[in-house]
């Protein structure tokens, strides 16, 4: 088997150097393996491409939710733009800080026992989510819209070297919420002609959301639909009580909480909305997303 790896070398506060040798050691055996860094989404895109072309049949990503972002887009431009290539799989070994897809897909969080059982996987095909405007995005996990979205837009890559990714988040998420000011918008289910109004969404295409905290708890990676948690409240006491809600597991009883499912929805705003997709900021921007039914094949337990 032709294996390309592909190392974040910056994921999880850099222990990807502790782990590397045995990865590698193991990978190797019996296969043909190349390993190349990355540091940004559109290198790792790159490197996904290349190595597609380069006949390359499995695509294995190792780093945070974000790396594995980005090897999937690789895999979908290549999809479009390669059609004489055949698709590869994809496999993930979780390197980062919230390894929210690895928690979901049973992969184990300790890397070299994610690296011994990947080959050992089933090809699965895997729904993703597309991002219509404005310019095509594809994402696994979640997509956030007004708060969470802000936080992650403010995090400080320096607060996130000193203090690691959950704290940094949780600092500048109390930071946001004491002088946050959140804007209205509105989903569009479908064909349905309704308005759903709120100031904080949760777009889920699995049930985990930043760990283990289900936001979207009858989301699943192949059941062809979109599911969206929206909060309606835009009083700092209510996200604090949403917070709670989600903590412990009780948000979808609030009145205020409303729980959508559909193939297509659409976002409107009279102003600016952050994105954040899988964890990392997209986008400023009212936003159309569509369900990509078994869009993807990957390695999974």
Same mark, same amino acid.
């Not at 055949?86 to 496999?91: F, R």
């Not at 954040?276 to 369900?291: H, L, R, T, V």
């Given at each position: 088997?032709?294996? $390309?790896?592909?190392?974040?070398?910056?994921?999880?506060?850099?222990?990807?150097?502790?782990?590397?040798?045995?990865?590698?050691?193991?990978?190797?055996?019996?296969?043909?393996?190349?390993?190349?860094?990355?540091?940004? *989404?559109?290198?790792?895109?790159?490197?996904?491409?290349?190595?597609?072309?380069?006949?390359?049949?499995?695509?294995?990503?190792?780093?945070?939710?974000?790396?594995?972002?980005?090897?999937?887009?690789?895999?979908?431009?290549?999809?479009?733009?390669?059609?004489? $290539?055949?698709?590869?799989?994809?496999?993930?070994?979780?390197?980062?800080?919230?390894?929210?897809?690895?928690?979901?897909?049973?992969?184990?969080?300790?890397?070299?026992?994610?690296?011994?059982?990947?080959?050992?996987? @089933?090809?699965?095909? =895997?729904?993703?989510? $597309?991002?219509?405007?404005?310019?095509?995005?594809?994402?696994?996990?979640?997509?956030?819209?007004?708060?969470?979205?802000?936080?992650?837009?403010?995090?400080?890559?320096?607060?996130?070297?000193?203090?690691?990714?959950?704290?940094?988040?949780?600092?500048?998420?109390?930071?946001?919420?004491?002088?946050?000011?959140?804007?209205?918008?509105? *989903?569009?289910?479908?064909?349905?002609?309704?308005?759903?109004?709120?100031?904080?969404?949760?777009?889920?295409?699995?049930?985990?959301?930043?760990?283990?905290?289900?936001?979207?708890?009858?989301?699943?990676?192949?059941?062809?639909?979109?599911?969206?948690?929206?909060?309606?409240?835009? +009083?700092? +006491?209510?996200i604090l009580r949403y917070i709670w809600g989600i903590?412990?597991?009780?948000?979808?009883?609030?009145?205020?909480?409303?729980?959508? @499912? =559909? $193939?297509?929805?659409? *976002?409107?705003?009279?102003?600016?909305?952050?994105?954040?997709?899988?964890?990392?900021?997209?986008?400023?921007?009212?936003?159309?997303?569509?369900?990509?039914?078994?869009?993807?094949?990957?390695?999974?337990?």
């Amino acid at each position: 088997m032709r294996i $390309k790896l592909i190392v974040n070398f910056t994921a999880g506060r850099k222990k990807v150097n502790k782990y590397l040798p045995e990865i590698e050691k193991t990978l190797c055996a019996e296969n043909h393996l190349s390993i190349s860094s990355t540091g940004t *989404i559109g290198e790792t895109i790159d490197l996904v491409l290349n190595s597609i072309k380069e006949d390359f049949n499995l695509i294995i990503a190792a780093g945070g939710d974000g790396t594995l972002n980005a090897a999937i887009n690789g895999i979908m431009k290549a999809k479009s733009t390669l059609t004489n $290539k055949p698709n590869p799989s994809l496999g993930f070994i979780p390197l980062g800080v919230s390894n929210v897809f690895a928690l979901e897909a049973g992969i184990p969080l300790n890397p070299i026992k994610a690296c011994h059982d990947i080959l050992k996987y @089933k090809i699965k095909k =895997a729904d993703l989510v $597309k991002i219509k405007e404005p310019f095509t995005r594809y994402f696994i996990s979640m997509a956030g819209i007004g708060f969470d979205a802000q936080v992650v837009k403010s995090v400080k890559p320096q607060l996130k070297r000193i203090v690691g990714g959950k704290l940094a988040h949780i600092l500048t998420g109390i930071f946001i919420l004491i002088k946050y000011n959140p804007y209205k918008f509105s *989903i569009l289910c479908d064909t349905e002609t309704v308005k759903h109004t709120g100031y904080f969404a949760v777009i889920g295409n699995i049930k985990s959301y930043g760990g283990r905290f289900n936001v979207t708890p009858y989301a699943n990676l192949d059941d062809g639909l979109l599911h969206v948690c929206l909060f309606k409240g835009k +009083r700092r +006491r209510d996200i604090l009580r949403y917070i709670w809600g989600i903590l412990s597991r009780c948000h979808l009883s609030f009145n205020d909480v409303e729980y959508l @499912k =559909a $193939k297509n929805i659409k *976002i409107e705003s009279s102003n600016k909305l952050w994105v954040q997709i899988d964890g990392e900021a997209f986008q400023e921007s009212p936003s159309e997303f569509e369900i990509c039914p078994e869009a993807i094949n990957m390695l999974l337990p």
